[in-house]
């Protein structure tokens, strides 16, 4: 366990963000302000069928803005697909890029912008502070309460050869701007709202109990959790619900903060792990796996987990069954075992998660072995 | 158990939290300053070179930006040219010209090069044969036609001369050739064509110098003699297309390069048949000539020995025919002396051409066979 003092140097970085309704319409007015002539607009094919593209690019054109669409990207976005976006930034002369969508689509937009930038493979900037080149600016509008990317250093790829994620991590890629409409998470399905919902208490719980953490971290892990385990489940009752929806989009913005200046733990870590191997929905990842790590890591940071708990509220015991309970009532149920993942393959992906860059943040310096059983009891 | 080593995550950890060496928010300014002195440096090369490159507005013709060759050749300052359009720094007498080959290219391909000459003035009228080559190049969505003008007034010059040169070859009497160290022949003037019966003499350029020779070994030694000793009089045997002999006088040279290498040979070629004929003519002439003054000095001394003897007989006699005899005789030896004296200064003409022409010859032996010819008569 790292021990705190709050005279320890912390830095915070937050990109400039606009919340509330109609915030997405403000796209063509940012992207003419920031000089953008002509703008690769990421997205992928449901957020585009959604409508909220289209909303973007008449913002656009409303702004006298030119763009390209780009919008073959899947969940957990391959390398080959940043390459394939980078490629259409270049040959389309853009100079700038907006990003609409959820985690995959802002994952591999900032993706795009670094390969466009820099002119090398995507998967060379594996790992912490590798980006030189100034990414071009990046305004992001989420349609998912969730991955925060539009506030983070983190962008996640998959490297599809290698079966398993890529942690890039640069305050160089924080987003320029993020436009935080509640309007766009009314579309979200139940399934994707839950999801992205877990990931956000991931986040906030990691980041929370990150051995980076910082009283500026701390608050605004503090309010996503606040934020998150009262409005969730009524969110997924009332999806159409604009201030439900908000209060969920506030608790990401929190949540990104956190995370992204304290960095998160084992359960990313584990997550990105088993999204390269299974490629399974990261959101389910974490909800599958949040309440073993936090048990593992009890021990390590217990005053900050019982205060997580605290807030968390129920019946159980300890913070982690808390958690698991708060789980079961947004409806997930299944094992990692009925998500598909086998026992034996649990060893690499324990070296895999272990690897990971956001390991070395978690309040208790896992060994493979500790992660194996971590997996183990999830499955 | 897999662990890094404490230091490593202990980096990893401060680079999280956003304490490492470069974990930096993006900031555009480092890399504008790098762009800004790369462009400065680009700037300073375009400074630099001896071309004038103009930026102008495609739409309007204004000058959006210069080089500082441009305000070297023109005389005026950088401000002073952006106010002006390019089309102003076009001498007076040219621009029709040009605004006629711009409108004609305007419509083609963007980025597409075009080269054109005319002339610019400067600001103290000086005027300037610049040839400029054009292209439209499109900026942040804007048109704009680049302009990289080269002063040509030395390379007028020098075309001018090279033209003359070309001219004076061309247009030599003699014939002109020029081939490479080969033999391959690289240049035939006019006159070297039409003297070996060849309507162009382009038709030339290839052929191998043996083919002009009756002989054609006289090709190779020449070739050869040029390479040795870089220079060659000599007189040969031409041949013409039609196949007709004529007789030439070759004389070459090898043109050397700065390491004394031969880079060519050039020979000049004169159709010497009539020379040679005329020649032939006057040998035969002389020699026919030299028979005639013999044949005339016999004739007289057969005229005149018999004359002696008549004479001597005459004064002999006393008889009233004898003083007519000796009368009759004396007109006769009067007209051989006459003779004599003309065919003397025949031989004396003859002696001074023969003493500028081939040397050979009788007339001192027939001089002095007239020995009663007096010294005034020479």
């Given at each position: 366990m790292i021990p705190r003092n709050q005279l320890d140097l912390r830095k915070f970085v937050a990109p400039e963000f606009i919340c509330g309704?109609?915030?997405?319409?403000?796209a063509g007015r940012y992207a003419r302000n920031f000089g953008?002539?002509?703008?690769?607009?990421v997205t992928d094919r449901g957020v585009r069928a959604a409508g909220w593209a289209g909303a973007v690019a008449d913002s656009l054109t409303e702004a006298g803005v030119s763009f390209t669409v780009f919008d073959a990207i899947s969940p957990n976005p391959r390398s080959r697909q940043v390459m394939v976006g980078a490629e259409v930034y270049v040959a389309e002369e853009c100079n700038g890029i907006i990003t609409v969508g959820g985690g995959s689509p802002m994952d591999c937009a900032k993706g795009i912008g670094i390969a466009g930038s820099s002119?090398?493979?995507?998967?060379?900037?594996?790992?912490?502070?590798?980006?030189s080149v100034p990414t071009p600016p990046l305004i992001c509008i989420p349609t998912?309460?969730?991955?925060s990317a539009d506030v983070s250093q983190f962008a996640i790829i998959t490297d599809e050869t290698r079966k398993r994620k890529v942690a890039i991590v640069s305050?160089?890629?924080?987003?320029?701007?993020s436009l935080l409409?509640?309007?766009?998470?009314?579309?979200?399905p139940r399934e994707l709202t839950v999801d992205t919902g877990m990931d956000t208490l991931s986040h906030a719980v990691e980041a929370y109990v990150?051995?980076?953490?910082s009283p500026m971290t701390d608050v605004h892990a503090l309010e996503a959790i606040r934020l998150l385990t009262s409005a969730l489940p009524a969110a997924i009752a009332e999806p159409e619900n604009l201030d439900l929806r908000f209060s969920t989009l506030l608790a990401s913005l929190h949540a990104g903060l956190a995370f992204s200046n304290a960095s998160l733990g084992a359960v990313h870590a584990m997550a990105h792990s088993l999204g390269g191997a299974y490629d399974l929905s990261h959101g389910r990842c974490n909800a599958l796996l949040l309440e073993h790590v936090m048990a593992a890591n009890y021990g390590a940071a217990s005053d900050r987990y019982d205060r997580i708990g605290a807030i968390i509220g129920?019946?159980?015991?300890?913070p982690a069954e808390r958690v698991a309970a708060f789980r079961r009532t947004l409806g997930?149920?299944?094992t990692l075992a009925a998500a598909g993942?086998?026992?034996?393959a649990i060893p690499a992906l324990a070296a895999a998660a272990y690897a990971d860059?956001?390991?070395?943040?978690?309040?208790h310096n896992l060994t493979c072995e500790e992660i194996e059983r971590i997996y183990d009891d999830a499955l | 158990m897999h662990s890094d080593p404490p230091d490593d995550r202990d980096a990893l950890r401060e680079k999280i939290i956003?304490?490492?060496?470069?974990?930096?928010?993006?900031?555009y300014y480092p890399e504008l300053q790098n762009r800004l002195a790369e462009l400065e440096r680009f700037r300073a090369l375009l400074d630099q070179t001896y071309d004038a490159i103009f930026l102008i507005?495609?739409?309007?013709?204004?000058?959006a930006d210069v080089n500082a060759t441009v305000s070297a050749f023109l005389g005026y300052s950088k401000k002073e040219l952006l106010k002006?359009?390019?089309?102003?720094?076009?001498a007076e007498q040219r621009k029709a010209r040009f605004i006629e080959y711009v409108r004609k290219r305007s419509?083609?391909?963007?980025g597409s090069r075009q080269t054109c000459t005319t002339v610019l003035v400067s600001r103290d009228g000086t005027e300037i044969p610049m040839e400029i080559t054009v292209r439209e190049v499109t900026f942040s969505g804007k048109r704009y036609v680049t302009a990289i003008a080269q002063d040509i007034t030395e390379r007028l010059l020098a075309e001018r001369e090279l033209r003359i040169k070309e001219s004076a070859l061309e247009s030599s009497t003699n014939g002109i050739l020029i081939a490479d160290p080969t033999g391959a022949v690289m240049y035939a003037n006019r006159s070297f064509a039409a003297m070996f019966g060849c309507?162009?003499?382009?038709?030339?350029?290839?052929?191998?110098?043996?083919?002009?020779?009756?002989?054609?070994?006289v090709g190779g030694e020449i070739t050869a003699h040029l390479l040795d000793d870089h220079a060659i009089v000599r007189e040969a045997v031409g041949l013409r297309e039609g196949g007709s002999p004529f007789h030439i006088q070759v004389s070459g040279s090898t043109v050397l390069n700065d390491?004394?290498?031969?880079?060519c040979i050039m020979l000049i070629v004169m159709d010497i048949t009539e020379r040679i004929l005329a020649e032939q003519l006057r040998r035969e002439t002389y020699a026919q000539l030299g028979k005639n003054i013999e044949q005339f000095a016999i004739l007289g001394d057969h005229i005149r020995n018999p004359l002696q003897v008549i004479v001597g007989y005459a004064e002999m006699i006393d008889d009233p025919f004898a003083e007519k005899i000796l009368d009759e005789s004396r007109r006769i030896d009067g007209f051989i002396t006459e003779l004599d004296r003309g065919w003397l200064r025949s031989a004396n003409v003859r002696q001074f051409l023969l003493k500028h022409g081939?040397?050979?010859?009788s007339a001192r032996k027939i001089r002095f066979r007239f020995l009663n010819v007096k010294e005034e008569d020479s």
């Amino acid at each position: 366990m790292i021990p705190r003092n709050q005279l320890d140097l912390r830095k915070f970085v937050a990109p400039e963000f606009i919340c509330g309704r109609g915030a997405l319409e403000l796209a063509g007015r940012y992207a003419r302000n920031f000089g953008m002539k002509q703008v690769l607009l990421v997205t992928d094919r449901g957020v585009r069928a959604a409508g909220w593209a289209g909303a973007v690019a008449d913002s656009l054109t409303e702004a006298g803005v030119s763009f390209t669409v780009f919008d073959a990207i899947s969940p957990n976005p391959r390398s080959r697909q940043v390459m394939v976006g980078a490629e259409v930034y270049v040959a389309e002369e853009c100079n700038g890029i907006i990003t609409v969508g959820g985690g995959s689509p802002m994952d591999c937009a900032k993706g795009i912008g670094i390969a466009g930038s820099s002119r090398r493979d995507i998967l060379g900037f594996e790992g912490i502070d590798r980006v030189s080149v100034p990414t071009p600016p990046l305004i992001c509008i989420p349609t998912t309460a969730g991955s925060s990317a539009d506030v983070s250093q983190f962008a996640i790829i998959t490297d599809e050869t290698r079966k398993r994620k890529v942690a890039i991590v640069s305050k160089m890629i924080v987003p320029d701007i993020s436009l935080l409409d509640p309007e766009p998470l009314t579309t979200m399905p139940r399934e994707l709202t839950v999801d992205t919902g877990m990931d956000t208490l991931s986040h906030a719980v990691e980041a929370y109990v990150s051995n980076a953490s910082s009283p500026m971290t701390d608050v605004h892990a503090l309010e996503a959790i606040r934020l998150l385990t009262s409005a969730l489940p009524a969110a997924i009752a009332e999806p159409e619900n604009l201030d439900l929806r908000f209060s969920t989009l506030l608790a990401s913005l929190h949540a990104g903060l956190a995370f992204s200046n304290a960095s998160l733990g084992a359960v990313h870590a584990m997550a990105h792990s088993l999204g390269g191997a299974y490629d399974l929905s990261h959101g389910r990842c974490n909800a599958l796996l949040l309440e073993h790590v936090m048990a593992a890591n009890y021990g390590a940071a217990s005053d900050r987990y019982d205060r997580i708990g605290a807030i968390i509220g129920g019946g159980e015991t300890t913070p982690a069954e808390r958690v698991a309970a708060f789980r079961r009532t947004l409806g997930i149920t299944e094992t990692l075992a009925a998500a598909g993942v086998r026992e034996d393959a649990i060893p690499a992906l324990a070296a895999a998660a272990y690897a990971d860059p956001c390991m070395v943040t978690n309040p208790h310096n896992l060994t493979c072995e500790e992660i194996e059983r971590i997996y183990d009891d999830a499955l | 158990m897999h662990s890094d080593p404490p230091d490593d995550r202990d980096a990893l950890r401060e680079k999280i939290i956003g304490l490492g060496e470069t974990s930096l928010h993006k900031s555009y300014y480092p890399e504008l300053q790098n762009r800004l002195a790369e462009l400065e440096r680009f700037r300073a090369l375009l400074d630099q070179t001896y071309d004038a490159i103009f930026l102008i507005h495609a739409e309007t013709g204004m000058l959006a930006d210069v080089n500082a060759t441009v305000s070297a050749f023109l005389g005026y300052s950088k401000k002073e040219l952006l106010k002006k359009s390019f089309i102003d720094l076009v001498a007076e007498q040219r621009k029709a010209r040009f605004i006629e080959y711009v409108r004609k290219r305007s419509d083609l391909v963007s980025g597409s090069r075009q080269t054109c000459t005319t002339v610019l003035v400067s600001r103290d009228g000086t005027e300037i044969p610049m040839e400029i080559t054009v292209r439209e190049v499109t900026f942040s969505g804007k048109r704009y036609v680049t302009a990289i003008a080269q002063d040509i007034t030395e390379r007028l010059l020098a075309e001018r001369e090279l033209r003359i040169k070309e001219s004076a070859l061309e247009s030599s009497t003699n014939g002109i050739l020029i081939a490479d160290p080969t033999g391959a022949v690289m240049y035939a003037n006019r006159s070297f064509a039409a003297m070996f019966g060849c309507e162009e003499a382009s038709a030339l350029t290839g052929r191998n110098l043996e083919a002009f020779f009756a002989d054609p070994a006289v090709g190779g030694e020449i070739t050869a003699h040029l390479l040795d000793d870089h220079a060659i009089v000599r007189e040969a045997v031409g041949l013409r297309e039609g196949g007709s002999p004529f007789h030439i006088q070759v004389s070459g040279s090898t043109v050397l390069n700065d390491a004394g290498q031969p880079l060519c040979i050039m020979l000049i070629v004169m159709d010497i048949t009539e020379r040679i004929l005329a020649e032939q003519l006057r040998r035969e002439t002389y020699a026919q000539l030299g028979k005639n003054i013999e044949q005339f000095a016999i004739l007289g001394d057969h005229i005149r020995n018999p004359l002696q003897v008549i004479v001597g007989y005459a004064e002999m006699i006393d008889d009233p025919f004898a003083e007519k005899i000796l009368d009759e005789s004396r007109r006769i030896d009067g007209f051989i002396t006459e003779l004599d004296r003309g065919w003397l200064r025949s031989a004396n003409v003859r002696q001074f051409l023969l003493k500028h022409g081939d040397g050979s010859s009788s007339a001192r032996k027939i001089r002095f066979r007239f020995l009663n010819v007096k010294e005034e008569d020479s």
